[in-house]
């Protein structure tokens, strides 16, 4: 059901739950000088006569016949693995809402964990392995990937794999703080493995000596990702944006499976080093999410 929208309504909480819109040029075939929005809440919602500014980074797909569809970029990747790229315009056009809102489902189907069990966190080893460190011309030395296992008394099969900014000093056999506390918090919900990644390969403690260059390739990492059954994005509220962005065209592939950790003031996605055990794991389901997440 199409719901009609007013001019008022449109306000800046409105719109930061909208992930797909079209738009209808005067004398357009159809609804002409009309726009409708798919809100993250599945409803549908038309308004006529009114100038939208088009968010940066969104995309656009012409309808045919004046029409024309808009969607960020997580969106735009997801809804073309259902629609043919190179289906008519009239065909997109008659199919692109129904699209978006069976995307909307599948997303919504994913859950919450809860934790299970908050004792002996303190005590639990950490020991990091396939953690090799390398120098590389033009990056310094870098750390692709970190692994860590240990005894759960859940021992969940669900593979995590995190992405920070960049390693800090945990290597083969050493961890850090970073990574203890990261390991103790997924072992309060029963996980018992994580594989580290980052936005950057650099090592440095100090995130202001990242080598730029270093940046993490995660088209090179999609094996990975396949193995997963969490993705979870660890990467901080602030900062480092536009390398958060460009890794969607990589990341909306496993939309499903993405994940971060909400901090006890609500606000995601949290680096371990500010969150507590008071935080949670939560899905990356609507608009919000995603922009809040850097990825939009």
């Known amino acids: 059901m199409i719901k009609k929208l007013y001019n008022e309504q449109i306000t800046k909480e409105f719109t930061s739950h909208v992930i797909a819109f079209s738009a209808a040029e005067n004398g357009a075939m159809g609804n002409p000088g009309s726009v409708r929005f798919v809100t993250d809440e599945k409803e549908i919602y038309e308004i006529n006569d ?43 056009h008659a199919t692109w809402i129904d699209t ?46 970190l692994c860590v296992a240990w005894d759960s008394v859940f021992n969940k099969k669900d593979k995590i794999v995190a992405i920070g900014i960049n390693p800090s000093t945990a290597q083969d056999g050493e961890s850090d703080t970073t990574m203890t506390k990261l390991c103790r918090f997924l072992d309060m919900y029963g996980f018992n493995n994580v594989t580290m990644l980052n936005l950057f390969e650099s090592v440095s403690p100090d995130q202001n000596k990242i080598v ?76 919000k999410d995603f922009s809040a997440c850097g990825l939009q």
């Open 50 to 92: 009114i100038c939208i500014e088009i968010p940066d980074g969104w995309k656009h797909t012409y309808l045919g016949a004046g029409n024309h569809l808009f969607m960020p970029e997580w969106m735009d990747i997801l809804f073309y693995k259902i629609i043919d790229r190179n289906a008519s315009e009239s065909e997109i």
């Open 100 to 145: 978006v809102i069976k995307i909307l489902g599948r997303l919504s189907c994913k859950k919450c964990y809860c934790k299970e069990r908050n004792e002996y966190r303190s005590k639990l080893e950490i020991t990091p392995y396939n953690a090799q460190r390398k120098k590389e011309e033009n990056k310094g030395t870098i750390r692709e990937s």
């Open 212 to 287: 730029k260059t270093a940046r993490t390739d995660f088209a090179k990492k999609r094996e990975i990702f396949d193995e997963a059954d969490i993705i979870l994005l660890v990467w901080g509220i602030d900062g480092h944006r536009e390398c958060k962005r460009e890794s969607v065209s990589v990341l909306a592939d496993y939309a499903e499976k993405l994940y971060c950790i909400r901090n006890q003031n609500g606000r995601y996605p949290a680096h371990p080093s500010r969150m507590s055990y008071q935080s949670e794991i939560m899905p990356i389901i609507s608009a």
